[in-house]
């Protein structure tokens, strides 16, 4: 692995950044690449890429099996299996979700024509806090969205109350969790269905891809439809689908990576911890931790800076930028301060205060299997350097 040295003082105090590709948030994790040309070759031997195809249905198999989930649905990504995941449900009118999110979460259900209500966040966990939630509840609300950040589980227990009290359901948008637990339980077995993102960027890919994975039937039946146009047989269709489906390429690259699975996972632990050590005696820099009484993926690493660091947070990416390292500021400003949120619902700020706050002083750090070894250690120092 190759060891790398920050490059001088002054890169940290301007220069434009020339990214070192291997420190990037989001480098994708890339499984046995023998087995998957030789998946590809078979596939393309049987002239059958997509459409249900056999590479899908064993991915679908095997995830299912992993999360001890009864239906998986794979598809081409997590915001389409979002949006059909929220139109099988009916869910219409308002819905109660966290601004703090990626973007897709807010967009998928403005494009099914239903209003998002931003729910503030627990500062401690970055996680949609319930009270804020039953605080923006309402007649109109007809379902809620609950995000597991960080592939950190959220309160499922004050949520499911919640939504049991309101009578709508409640689901999760999991793209950060696939292989992380609560109370033991896979992720993916709670709520009406839980939506996995397979993203290059996330620590399993499909290239692009991901599942709704559900223990109903019914609805699974349902997703199954409406990720191919609605179509039941050749010539009919049932409902108002769409093109949600995963290709066999993707499904190669998903069954390649499900088995270096304990391997991504092992190598995010381990730099995790570098991190949680490297910075243990930097004041004001707090790595966010997770469950060890849990299953986790340690997909994120999480820095938020408090008062006793002594530069803001956009210096610091500044300075990580300049140096050659993504850095990103995940998930600045909140979506209800991006487009077209703060336009056509402008004044939800006034019920976001954590979100804003926390978005102003989290930045997420490198990780993955092909980051460089020294990579950790060389960022403390940058963040050293910059608390003098
Ligand atoms: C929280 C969250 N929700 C949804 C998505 C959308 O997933 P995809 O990129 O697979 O469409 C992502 C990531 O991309 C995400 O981070």
């Known amino acids: 692995m190759k060891r790398v040295k920050r490059r001088s003082d002054l890169a940290l105090f301007g ?3 020339a990214f070192d590709p291997a420190i990037h948030v989001g480098r994708p ?8 040309d030789r998946l590809v070759r078979e596939a393309l031997d049987r002239r059958w890429l997509t459409n249900d195809g056999p590479l899908v249905r064993e991915l679908e198999r095997r995830i299912g099996e992993q999360l001890g989930v009864e239906h998986c649905v794979a598809v081409c990504n997590g915001t389409i ?9 009916g869910l219409a009118g308002e819905v109660l979700v966290p601004s703090y999110t990626f973007i897709a979460t807010a967009h998928a259900l403005l494009r099914c024509g239903i209003k998002p209500i931003f729910v503030d966040i627990d500062p401690a966990t970055h996680n949609i806090d319930p009270k804020a939630a039953r605080a923006r509840a309402s007649s109109r609300t007809s379902g809620i969205v609950a995000v597991h950040l960080w592939g950190r589980p959220v309160p499922v227990r004050e949520l499911q109350d919640l939504a049991g009290e309101l009578g709508v359901p409640l689901v999760f948008d999991a793209a950060h969790a696939f292989g992380c637990t609560f109370e033991g339980r896979s992720i993916g077995n709670f709520g009406a269905a839980e939506v996995l993102s397979f993203h290059a960027t996330k ?14 039937a019914a609805l699974a039946r349902e997703l199954r439809l409406l990720r191919n146009f609605g179509f039941s047989g050749y010539d009919n269709t049932m409902s108002l689908g769409t093109n949600g489906k995963m290709n066999e390429v993707c499904a190669a690259m998903g069954l390649v990576n499900l088995d270096a699975l304990p391997a991504f996972i092992g190598r995010n632990r381990q730099i995790h911890q570098q991190y949680v050590e490297a910075f243990a005696q930097i004041p004001g820099v707090n790595v966010l931790r997770y469950d060890e009484n849990e299953r986790n993926n340690y997909q994120y690493v999480v820095v ?9 947070r956009d210096r610091v ?3 990580l930028h300049a140096e050659g390292i993504l850095a990103r500021k995940y ?6 301060r991006m487009m077209p949120y703060r336009e056509i619902y402008p004044g939800e700020g006034a019920h976001l205060p954590v979100t804003e706050a ?3 002083r989290v930045l997420v750090l490198p990780t993955g299997t092909s980051l460089p070894d020294g990579a950790v250690g060389l960022q403390a120092d940058i963040f050293r350097v910059l608390s003098e």
């Not at 994790?29 to 998957?36: E, H, L, V």
């Not at 299996?81 to 449900?89: N, P, S, V």
């Not at 692009?208 to 109903?216: I, S």
């Open 317 to 319: 990416v500044e300075a």
């Open 304 to 312: 938020e800076l408090d008062e006793r660091f002594p530069v803001g």
């Open 203 to 216: 620590f399993f890919n499909t290239l692009e891809g991901g599942a709704v994975v559900t223990n109903d």
């Open 358 to 360: 926390v978005s102003e």
């Open 81 to 89: 299996g979002l949006e059909i995941l929220f139109h099988a449900l």
């Open 29 to 36: 994790n890339i499984g046995d690449r023998q087995a998957f």
């Open 15 to 17: 220069g434009s950044p």
């Open 331 to 336: 998930f600045w400003p909140g979506c209800h």
